[in-house]
């Protein structure tokens, strides 16, 4: 087993599967449904259910979306401990952030990130509840589109060191697509999740200003 090449390779055989079945039940709920109904409902996927297998089907996409969701949330959980820690580790982050208990767990990185999740629901709550975990959706992931939209572009800037070649070739158009998508998924999330996103950057810059000043003196 090569790790090098079979986990890319896994990745993307994961994402275009996920992205096939997501197109093939958005298609079949648009051919069950119809758009009057659709356009005012909120559970699109039970609406579906239910007129194909009664109520008990809706309750059962219910339930299993409950379940999707409750893993997401876990795995988010996890993750938002692990990537301060990592990034802590790459000098990215000030060393308070590599803090761990006695079981190994970035305590730190875990009160920061759920102490910002918590002031960006709050500051959107006055909206109602339905709004604020949509605004804290889409701002997670327009944060994962932009580090996708940078990757993309450092590809780019990799590629043209490297010698011209069918490879090549093929990276550089994978890197503009991954771009592209990006830049468009961006622009077609909202004025004011893009601007919220943006602010945040500006924030981490004195950080990252300062944890560079440290790491080059150290």
């Given at each position: 087993v090569e790790p090098e090449k079979t986990i890319p390779r896994i990745l993307i055989a994961s994402v275009l599967t996920v992205l096939v079945i997501y197109f093939l039940v958005s298609l079949a709920i648009a051919l069950?449904?119809?758009?009057?109904?659709?356009?005012?409902?909120?559970?699109?996927?039970?609406?579906?259910?239910?007129?194909?297998?009664?109520?008990?089907?809706?309750?059962?996409?219910?339930?299993?979306?409950?379940?999707?969701?409750?893993?997401?949330?876990?795995?988010n959980t996890l993750t938002a401990g692990q990537v301060?820690?990592?990034?802590?580790?790459?000098?990215?982050?000030?060393?308070?952030?590599?803090?761990?208990?006695?079981?190994?767990?970035?305590?730190?990185?875990f009160l920061v990130s759920g102490g910002f999740m918590s002031l960006l629901l709050l500051l959107n709550y006055t909206k109602g509840l339905v709004a604020a975990f949509t605004f804290m959706a889409m701002l997670s992931t327009l944060s994962t589109l932009m580090?996708?939209?940078?990757?993309?572009?450092?590809?780019?800037?990799?590629?043209?060191?490297?010698?011209?070649?069918?490879?090549?070739?093929?990276?550089?158009?994978?890197?503009?697509?991954?771009?592209?998508?990006?830049?468009?998924?961006?622009w077609g999330a909202g004025v004011e999740v893009v601007f919220y996103s943006f602010m945040l950057i500006i924030i981490g810059m004195p950080f990252y200003a300062l944890v560079r000043e440290d790491a080059r003196d150290l």
């Open positions: 069950i449904v119809p758009a009057a109904e659709l356009l005012g409902s909120t559970a699109p996927f039970a609406l579906a259910a239910t007129k194909v297998m009664g109520p008990l089907g809706g309750a059962i996409i219910t339930v299993g979306a409950l379940i999707s969701t409750l893993g997401s949330l876990n795995a301060p820690l990592a990034a802590a580790k790459d000098h990215l982050l000030p060393v308070k952030f590599l803090t761990l208990s006695s079981t190994g767990t970035p305590i730190f990185s580090a996708y939209a940078f990757s993309a572009v450092s590809e780019f800037y990799f590629l043209k060191r490297d010698q011209p070649g069918p490879a090549r070739n093929r990276a550089i158009v994978l890197s503009v697509a991954a771009f592209l998508y990006s830049f468009f998924a961006i």
